[in-house]
């Protein structure tokens, strides 16, 4: 799409007034930050609407009553903003007076919520049921704006009428293509990249920002990365919105290096920026940099003490430190600030984890999913609470939608894997493992997996070649238990074959490691007798008799040369068997869709 800055900019002007008048805070903040990242684009404020139409939409004679519920709403007396404003019909006011009603049932039910700390959605439906009633009936007449038409989707979404509150919200959104709150309600709710496609927005350049910012929350990075780094080179190179989702499409796709340059980047451009450095931290977690957290949480406390984001910045600096209840004290303190606060729900899970208190764990982890039905990591985390209790179905359930959420992530399909095997369905098992070691295997597990599970299987030919495959790089594998069991059961498997040189390879390689030490002698010892006990040929005589000593004197060893040819043949073996298996497959079976799951014990799924 062509983009003209000067156009652009006049429309962000233009929209921050707008907002601003409706008390619609964070949209004009985010519209502010995007005005300013322009600011390279010079637009005359001779003849400027902003400066023009500030009383746009309001009757002078309502004029007053607007100032004063105006300034009731921005010191949060929300009812008396809504009664000052109760008769008034003229679209500035009357949108207050409806968002005043809105916010004051909202504040009145997350403060309740942050007594009970629990995320519910039993009591919407009589919260808003008579601000519901005026929006639908405006709606049926057509005479709602483009912002009462964003408070109605609102309100739908929060009552779970999600099909309903999609053709509302765009609706709202093809009124006032600005209005970004509108467009950032909408994003939850698109479930796959088919159904963004047949979404009827307008043909506005605002679409483009929607579009790589839901695909980034569809995990479909690449996409996402891809429009926004065109965006950057068409004029929102300095918009802080921008590298900011960058960063966390890096993040999503593991790069954690370049996803923290641009966070610190961020840091040195806006360095009282809150937003986002829960996501900052959890990237410094990961990599274990315990003295730039520190500086992290130091910081954050002298900018803002009481806000949620470092309240979750501080619980991961305690996390790091392995202070475990001081981490969940300050994800606690998080949700008193803001109940909705996803990253503490879902870090507050992990700690309890952490504690071996699996019960509040799960509490925390069904939170999260309340509060974002996308979160991946809640899921599998309830899929990892529910393991410890040995409540395999329950596993599988939550194994299975963590999948459906990452499908590419090897990490989910590994654990569905496990589960299946647990459950004995070998063939879905194996299937998983395949999978997962096909889309690059990040913990370096599947292939080691697989070969187990066919070794206990009594597949030792198809185990074989894998267990090869899996110790091809063995400086990358940090399990070094699972090495040593795979290069003992090379060495039994070729010894048992009589491939003495391939087996006396890897009973040496075994030496290195305590626990096989005896295992690895006993074996390099029947190897020594069989060696000894083996016919001579008749041309071992004469005159090469002393090299034949010679040789037999020398300890038993198998070439690194040798080593990589048999590493590539067998590579291309494990290749061809998975290729085979994974043929007209390349799926996961039927039976793992998360809709077509079927409960197999006693447990009720639902609870």
């Known amino acids: 799409m062509d983009m003209d800055v000067i156009v652009i900019k006049q429309d962000v002007r233009n929209s921050i007034a707008e907002c601003e008048k409706r008390c619609l805070m964070q949209c004009t903040k985010w519209l502010a930050e995007l005005n300013h990242g322009l600011s390279q684009t010079t637009v005359e404020l001779g003849g400027n609407p902003v400066v023009q139409n500030m009383h746009d939409g309001i009757d002078d004679a309502e004029y007053d009553i607007y100032v004063l519920a105006k300034c009731y709403f921005h010191v949060r007396e929300y009812d008396r903003s809504a009664y000052f404003t109760r008769n008034c019909v003229s679209p500035v006011p009357k949108f207050l007076h409806l968002y005043a009603t809105y916010m004051s049932k909202e504040k009145k039910r997350l403060d309740n919520m942050t007594d009970s700390s629990v995320v519910s959605s039993v009591s919407h439906a009589k919260d808003f049921s008579e601000l519901l009633t005026i929006l639908r009936t405006e709606h049926s007449q057509q005479s709602l704006d483009g912002y009462c038409l964003y408070l109605y989707g609102v309100i739908l979404k929060k009552l779970n009428l999600t099909d309903i509150a999609v053709g509302v919200l765009v609706e709202a959104i093809n009124a006032e293509p600005m209005l970004w709150c509108a467009w950032l309600e909408l994003a939850p709710l698109v479930n796959d990249k088919r159904m963004l496609e047949s979404l009827k927005l307008p043909n506005h350049w605002m679409k483009s920002i929607f579009e790589g910012y839901t695909y980034i929350e569809l995990f479909q990075n690449d996409e996402g990365i891809k429009i926004f780094e065109h965006l950057q080179k068409n004029g929102f190179s300095k918009c802080i919105f921008i590298p900011t989702l960058l960063a966390i499409a890096y993040s999503n796709k593991r790069d954690v290096d370049r996803s923290i340059d641009i966070f610190q980047h961020l840091q040195s451009v806006d360095p009282y920026r809150l937003d986002n450095l829960d996501s900052y931290s959890n ?92 979160d991946f990591r809640a899921w599998y985390g309830l899929g990892q609470a529910y393991e410890i209790l040995k409540m395999t179905f329950y596993s599988l359930y939550y194994y299975k939608a963590a999948q459906q959420l990452r499908p590419y992530d090897s990490r989910m399909l590994v654990a ?57 790089d063995d400086k990358l594998i940090a399990d070094k238990a699972s ?125």
């Open 416 to 472: 569905l894997g496990e589960t299946y095997e647990k459950l004995n369905k070998v063939a879905d098992a194996l299937k998983c493992y395949q999978k997962a070691y096909n889309v690059g295997d990040i913990e370096g597990v599947a292939l080691y997996s697989m070969a187990k599970l066919y070794e206990k299987q009594g597949e030792t030919e198809k185990a074989i070649p894998a267990f090869i495959k899996f110790c091809s």
């Open 283 to 374: 990237l410094l977690f990961v990599k274990d940099m315990k003295t730039e957290m520190s500086h992290l949480a130091h910081k954050v406390v002298e900018i803002n003490k009481y806000s949620p984001e470092t309240c979750c910045v501080v619980g991961n600096y305690y996390s790091i430190r392995s202070d475990h209840y001081k981490a969940v004290m300050y994800f606690q303190r998080a949700l008193k600030l803001n109940p909705q606060y996803l990253s503490a729900w879902t870090l507050m899970g992990h700690e309890f984890m952490e504690m071996k208190n699996t019960n509040a764990a799960i509490q925390s982890y069904r939170q999260a999913v309340e509060v974002n039905k996308r």
């Open 483 to 607: 090495l040593c069991h795979a290069y003992m059961t090379l060495g039994n498997y070729y010894e048992k074959i009589e491939d003495l040189d391939k087996a006396s390879y890897f009973a040496y390689k075994c030496l290195d490691y305590e626990e096989m030490k005896r295992e690895a002698e006993s074996l390099l010892k029947s190897i020594a007798n069989k060696r000894a006990h083996k016919p001579t040929t008749s041309g071992a005589q004469g005159s090469s008799g002393a090299t034949k000593s010679t040789e037999d004197e020398k300890p038993d060893t198998y070439g690194a040369e040798d080593m990589e040819m048999d590493e590539t043949n067998l590579s291309k073996r494990i290749d061809n068997a998975i290729r085979e298996e994974e043929a007209g497959n390349n799926e996961l079976v039927e039976s793992s869709g998360i809709h077509e799951f079927h409960m197999e014990d006693t447990y009720d799924v639902n609870e």
